[in-house]
């Protein structure tokens, strides 16, 4: 019986497989605590040709990357070698590329190391060189633009360009759309572009007006034409003229901010006394009086108001009064008209709202350079050394005392 046992238990032990167990604690523990390691471990074999190190390290060295930065981009393309890498970073740097526009171009679009360096990047260069962008121009336009090297050149740069040629004419002009809005070139003319412009066209905006709209604030028809729509019809119903250059002006003013920066910007007027009729009134003659920041426009009205007791309509005749900056020109203007009056200098009366929307040479000429023999003090006035501390101005035969302090 025991002789019998023994022979089955050896034949147990010499035909069942073995068991074999694979723990490593160390490997275990590491790749659960490290994000790249994690991150290898979820990668087929077979789309893996190179780890990716491999890449981190190519973009920390030749590309300049920080670590951290060459981790987050390794997650997003993969280098199986050096040669189609290198050749596209040796064609921006001898096109005047510096490493750190280098860095700042593989960041934007870390695509752009697998592109083939003559066959798609280097027509796109061309292009640009065609349009008189070349040298450092190049080299900025492109590192702080680098979409522009990444849509189709026969698809959407070219068409782009003759689209845009129909409307602006020359090549600075175009020139200039690009630099101010590169999207222009790759943000869908079928789909963003013609509506747009179609939609100021059905709306009376002539052509002049949108070609000036496009060189001045070209992002204004790359929104949705929906919001474009939107905005054109709002700005129609307050009553501005299609026909004339203050509409464009008014849609691209609120086509620059969101509806509930526009609204915080109307209750400052609000705030101020201002009627729905009187903020009409302010943002027809002068758009950009919504342009500018919620505290400009707020300390433009304490003063104007609080310290020169003027009403909203009067502020509503020269709404421009409010564009202009106080420590720069309106404080240090006043100045020298308080100084000349305390002198007697100046004994007529005169309308201050004109007087300070006089351009700066006419100013300097009329009140400064005129009289800073007679009275020296005006020149530091106007340079804003001299603090303003009583100034009367006659606005409708009654006098307002100006503290600004």
Not at 89 to 97: A, D, E, P, T, V
Not at 119 to 124: I, N, R, Y
Request: proline share 6%; aromatic share 10%.
């Amino acid at each position: 019986m025991f002789r019998v046992s023994c022979r089955d238990l050896r034949y147990r032990i010499t035909n069942i497989e073995p068991i074999i167990i694979h723990f490593n604690l160390y490997n275990f523990v590491f790749q659960n605590q490290n994000p790249l390691f994690k991150f290898l471990s979820q990668i087929p074999e077979s789309t893996n040709p190179n780890p990716p190190s491999f890449t981190v390290d190519y973009l920390i060295n030749s590309c300049g990357l920080p670590p951290k930065t060459a981790l987050s981009v390794a997650n997003k393309i993969r280098l199986c070698s050096t040669e189609k890498p290198d050749s596209v970073i040796s064609l921006f740097q001898n096109h005047g590329f510096t490493t750190t526009q280098i860095t700042k171009l593989i960041s934007k679009r870390p695509s752009l190391l697998l592109s083939d360096p003559y066959k798609t990047l280097k027509p796109k260069i061309d292009f640009f060189y065609g349009l008189g962008i070349f040298g450092q121009d190049l080299s900025e336009f492109v590192a702080l633009n680098p979409s522009c090297l990444a849509g189709s050149l026969h698809n959407q740069l070219i068409p782009s360009f003759n689209f845009l040629k129909t409307y602006l004419g020359t090549n600075s002009d175009i020139l200039m759309t690009f630099k101010r809005c590169p999207k222009v070139l790759h943000h869908g003319l079928e789909k963003v572009l013609i509506p747009n412009i179609s939609i100021l066209r059905n709306h009376g905006v002539p052509n002049c007006n949108i070609s000036k709209l496009l060189i001045s604030h070209p992002r204004v028809l790359t929104l949705k034409p929906d919001r474009l729509k939107e905005i054109v019809e709002s700005v129609k119903k307050m009553g501005f003229d299609s026909s004339r250059p203050m509409f464009a002006r008014a849609v691209r003013t609120i086509a620059g901010m969101s509806k509930s920066t526009l609204e915080r910007k109307l209750a400052v007027y609000r705030e101020f006394g201002f009627s729905e009729d009187d903020i009409l009134s302010v943002f027809k003659k002068q758009p950009l009086c919504m342009n500018i920041s919620e505290q400009k426009i707020r300390r433009g009205l304490e003063f104007f108001m609080e310290k020169l007791k003027w009403k909203p309509v009067l502020i509503s005749v020269l709404p421009s009064l409010l564009t202009l900056s106080l420590e720069k020109r309106i404080i240090p203007w006043c100045g020298v008209l308080e100084i000349l009056y305390s002198k007697g200098t100046i004994g007529k009366k005169l309308n201050l709202g004109t007087v300070l929307m006089l351009s700066q040479r006419d100013f300097l000429e009329k009140f400064v350079i005129k009289y800073q023999e007679a009275v020296p003090e005006v020149m530091k006035a106007y340079k804003g050394e001299i603090k303003l501390a009583r100034f009367v101005e006659v606005v409708g035969g009654k006098e307002y005392s100006l503290h600004p302090s």
